[in-house]
């Protein structure tokens, strides 16, 4: 087969599904118009950034073709006059952020063409359609008997995978899509084991999947032909939607907003359980359920894309359950993908997040009870439940399926152990993305708990009582060096006594006393003194200066110099002493 002869080798390691976030850092006027440098990041790693330049042209065009979405933008208006001014282009580039902002936070939005090349010209500039048509033309060489129809442009959400309507030459009134993929991030399966089972995917046979016509596969893509449906999908149904219109036009803003009726949403909800529970049996990975990916024939939902986990292709709600740390096998993602499925099924529209606080009124308690356990707060914070539970809630359990097909789906051993091996390797990076994101997390919520304004107040607080009670540590420890200082000096070490048993005289102390005689000074000094004595000892020595005094003519008391000018409760000396001198 001459199918994609000189294909590009491996696979795609970008994650479309990966959330960029934009902000505007600066402005900058030039002759006759003003340049923003916006700065764009990939996920929550800071390394992961660049920078592009825009002017408000470059928004408008952006606008412009988003139009055919049909949601109100805030882009900020054109002016024509006094566009350069200071203020105005201050005013203007908060304008443009808060465009910025919508855009990238809305889920349809941010995941197309023309907003990803708006933001990452680097990573998404090619023509995805034309690089599709080419493989396309390559393969109908070696298989003349198909005719390509028209490009069905952007009818879904991925940038690249690619769909065209076609038909047999031999049978012109019957229509097929033929839709033509690359290799994602999650494909784990050898080329042998990747073609091999490409090729078994028009052998399933099931009453709730949507059978393959054609199937083929190489090195770095795949290339699937299936009936089309003039009825469309799921999604086409809640939406009101025509099944050729673009993605955008489709499903961004929906005419009218309603819900399926109950016995519809009982029916389509076990037909979808019964084949997830069939294929995670036979150990065949999925994890692609959207309502898009639903097909309606009559009153049967069939499951579409089966291929996509061979592939390698991120899920479309791959953004809302990284997120969560328990929702980390295959089945819990097809669990968790339910729970969006179901809430389009019960509302007519898509959460306005995850996980959802409180569910609208709903036609039955038991809808309300299977989306609290697969969109709850609890239910992504506990983990979720399995397919089997679904199946056995009050909402499922009481459906009856008439159906004469019998299900054939047969996998040999080998390919089924390649299966196990890739499905492994594909949690694996969705726990280790999770992990990312959660020590992500926390640093942001320590980081903006540290700088709120009540955390600073806190802060300013403890540091003013610590302040106060160091200073009060080293006054204390200033008056104890002090106190030490003092005794040190004052003959601490001299053994104490008591008041009440004075130290009896010395009389090796009576040749040291001093008297002013005659004119003449003589000092009296004595080592007997004690650093221990009271108020009543000062009282009297005082008494005995005084008969001192009396007592000798022509002499005068002169106070002792010394340690009693140091210290001010310094015992005066013992006066019986000189008395006996």
């Excluded at 960029?20 to 006027?29: K, V």
């Excluded at 097929?176 to 690359?182: E, F, R, T």
């Excluded at 290339?223 to 025509?242: C, H, M, P, Q, W």
């Amino acid at each position: 087969m001459a199918f994609m002869e000189k294909p590009p080798a491996g696979k795609v390691l970008l994650d479309d599904t990966v959330p960029l976030t934009a902000a505007i850092e600066a402005s900058q006027s030039l002759q006759s118009h003003t340049e923003y440098i916006i700065r764009v990041q990939r996920g929550i790693s800071v390394e992961n950034s660049w920078q592009i330049v825009r002017r408000y042209s470059d928004f408008d065009l952006l606008n412009n073709s988003l139009q055919i979405a049909g949601l109100s933008l805030p882009l900020p208006p054109k002016k024509l006059i006094g566009n350069m001014d200071r203020e105005f282009i201050a005013e203007r580039q908060k304008g443009l952020q808060n465009y910025l902002n919508v855009i990238t936070t809305n889920h349809i939005l941010s995941n197309c063409e023309l907003v990803k090349k708006f933001l990452d010209p680097n990573n998404y500039s090619a023509n995805y359609t034309e690089i599709a048509l080419q493989h396309v033309s390559m393969f109908f060489r070696s298989e003349p008997k198909w005719e390509v129809v028209e490009p069905l442009k952007d009818i879904g959400w991925r940038i690249r995978k690619k769909y065209f309507l076609m038909k047999i030459k031999n049978q012109p009134k019957e229509r097929l899509v033929l839709s033509w993929a690359d290799l994602g991030p999650d494909k784990y399966l050898s080329d042998k084991d990747f073609q091999c089972l490409i090729k078994l995917l028009p052998s399933c046979l099931h009453p709730y999947i949507y059978r393959v016509t054609f199937a083929t596969a190489n090195e770095s893509s795949a290339l699937l032909i299936r009936v089309f449906n003039e009825k469309g999908t799921l999604k086409d149904l809640i939406y009101k939607a025509k099944p050729k219109d673009p993605f955008l036009k489709k499903y961004c803003s929906p005419k009218k907003v309603q819900g399926l009726e109950l016995q519809q949403i009982k029916t389509y909800g076990r037909q979808v359980l019964e084949v997830l529970k069939f294929l995670h049996d036979k150990g065949f990975p999925y994890g692609h359920l959207h309502a898009s990916n639903v097909m309606l024939d009559g009153d049967t939902c069939r499951l579409l894309d089966l291929e996509n986990s061979l592939l390698g292709l991120p899920s479309f709600y791959r953004s809302y359950f990284s997120q969560f740390r328990k929702i980390n096998t295959l089945e819990s993602v097809d669990v968790h993908c339910f729970g969006h499925l179901l809430y389009e099924m019960t509302y007519g529209r898509p959460p306005d997040s995850v996980p959802v606080d409180s569910f609208p009124p709903a036609p039955s308690m038991a809808v309300v009870a299977v989306l609290e356990s697969t969109l709850s707060c609890e239910a992504c914070k506990n983990g979720m439940p399995t397919v089997s539970r679904l199946l056995q809630m009050p909402l499922f359990s009481d459906v009856l399926l008439t159906t004469s097909e019998k299900p054939q789906f047969k996998i040999p051993t080998k390919l089924k152990e390649a299966l196990r091996i890739a499905k492994e390797c594909i949690e694996k990076r969705l726990i280790e993305e999770q992990k990312q994101i959660h020590q992500h997390r926390r640093l942001t919520r320590a980081q903006s708990h540290h700088g709120s304004e009540e955390e600073r107040k806190k802060r300013k607080i403890l540091a003013r009582k610590k302040s106060k009670r160091s200073a009060v540590e080293n006054s204390e420890e200033h008056s104890a060096k002090y106190s030490n200082s003092n005794n040190s000096g004052s003959g601490a070490s001299s053994p104490l006594t008591s008041p009440s048993s004075p130290t009896p005289p010395s009389t090796a102390a009576a040749p040291g006393l001093g008297k002013r005689c005659k004119g003449r000074d003589v000092r009296v000094t004595s080592t007997s003194s004690t650093s221990a004595s009271t108020s009543s000892n000062s009282l009297t020595s005082c008494e005995h200066r005084g008969a001192l005094t009396a007592s000798t003519p022509g002499c005068e008391w002169r106070e002792p110099r010394g340690l009693t000018q140091l210290h001010p409760e310094f015992p005066k000396r013992n006066f019986e002493e000189s008395r006996n001198l």
